[in-house]
């Protein structure tokens, strides 16, 4: 992004999530953050903000089959979208009945979020080290409340950068957000790729301490601004999980 970070944006969206355990062989249970099957076909995702009004024209709803999912289709545009979550006082994350979450999760205890992602092209270029060429073929990012300004984790599929790399952004306030790279090049573009994280760990990974607070946020990008170029993917079943 060449004006805003991952890490303002969500910080005025007031996302909020958490996630879930590590060991294989505790069982769990599931709850969808998303998997847009509430939300028309060919519309903008019910429930979800974009951080500009020009993506409710550029992300929608499609359909194959019986399975709904969500495309961020731009060209020479960045725009994040973000879905709103609530948390209580007791640093347990809480969901709106409406959305049939009422639980709670804690993120030391529940760590792990999961998703999957289709991507059909990247952006031309794309560097994720460079303030010019910043653009991602797509990426799932978290912001956790710290001081003013939130620490953001930022998963990506890059262009160029070799998987397991962890740099900051840099874009403005770049130093707040860690980009993670777990995919990269062209290698499984085009089909559906199933991702899991134990967000907990990656944050201590990234910044050197575990976050003392729970995820502020959540928010899906696939942009193509710094590159003027295209990129379009997709996004389907955004999953938490907790130990019973």
């Known amino acids: 992004m060449k004006k805003f970070t991952l890490a303002v944006v969500i910080l005025i969206c ?3 999530i958490a996630g879930f355990s590590k060991k294989s062989f505790i ?3 599931h709850f969808v953050l998303d998997n847009f099957e509430n939300s028309r076909v060919g519309k903008f995702p019910a429930l979800w903000i974009p951080y500009k009004r020009r993506g ?6 499609l359909k194959n089959g019986r399975n709904k999912f969500f495309r961020i289709d731009t060209k020479d545009e960045g725009i994040y979208v973000g879905k709103r979550l ?18 709670g999760f804690s993120l030391k205890r529940n760590p792990i979020l999961s998703w999957r ?9 794309g560097d994720e080290r460079v303030r010019s060429t910043n653009d991602s073929g797509a990426a799932v990012a978290l ?10 984790l930022k998963y990506v599929w890059s262009v160029s950068l070799p ?3 962890i740099i900051p952004s840099p874009a403005w306030f770049g130093s707040y957000t860690r980009v993670i790279v777990i995919r990269t090049g062209k290698r499984g573009l085009g089909k559906w790729i199933n991702e899991k994280r134990n967000i907990y760990e990656d944050y201590k990974k990234a910044f050197g301490e575990y976050p003392d607070r729970f995820s502020k946020g959540i928010a899906l990008l696939t942009d193509s601004d710094d590159t ?7 996004y389907d079943d955004l999953v938490l999980y907790q130990v019973k």
């Open 56 to 61: 409710y024209k550029i992300m929608r709803v």
């Open 14 to 16: 007031t996302f909020q």
């Open 143 to 152: 912001a956790f409340k710290k001081g003013l300004i939130p620490y953001s």
């Open 117 to 125: 992602w289709r991507v059909h092209k990247l952006p031309k270029g």
């Open 86 to 103: 609530y948390s209580n006082k007791l640093n347990k994350i809480f969901f709106k009945e409406s959305d049939g979450l009422e639980e």
């Open 163 to 165: 998987v397991g790399t």
């Open 27 to 29: 069982k769990y249970t």
């Open 228 to 234: 003027d170029s295209t990129s379009v993917a997709d």
